[in-house]
């Protein structure tokens, strides 16, 4: 089982900065990507920014100059470092990563999503 564990969100003043986490834990064989993704209210889910195994990253156009994502040293953590953020940054922020685990049965790749965190930029 892999658990997608998301922290620091939270309210901040347009131009201030917030440092998302998001800690993958089980019975994990690799991590091939982990990205992070927002979907606000009556909108799509879309992606923010991610990272591969390889240290390769991609972001949306809308955060690039702001937003920087990163991996720990074990490559189980994913952060999004947000600086300079806008109003329409707000939005609930999904940590996604792709996963190879493994079972009695074989090794299983697929998606994991964490249960997401609301960042609001408001005054």
């Known amino acids: 089982q892999v658990q997608l564990v998301e922290s620091g969100g939270g309210l901040v003043q347009p131009g201030g900065s917030l440092r998302l986490s998001c800690a993958a834990s089980?019975?994990?064989?690799?991590?091939?990507?982990m990205g992070w993704y927002r979907q606000a209210p009556g909108n799509q889910r879309e992606l923010v920014a991610r990272i591969t195994s390889d240290g390769s990253t991609d972001y949306a156009d809308s955060v690039k100059g702001r937003f920087a994502i990163s991996r720990d040293n074990a490559g189980n953590t994913v952060y999004l470092q947000m600086n300079s953020l806008k109003p329409e940054d707000t939005s609930v922020y999904y940590c996604?990563?792709?996963?190879?685990?493994?079972?009695?049965?074989?090794?299983?790749?697929?998606?994991?999503w964490g249960q997401g965190t609301q960042v609001t930029v408001s005054s």
């Open positions: 089980g019975s994990i064989y690799s991590i091939n990507a």
């Open positions: 996604n990563a792709f996963i190879t685990i493994w079972t009695w049965t074989g090794r299983q790749t697929r998606d994991y």
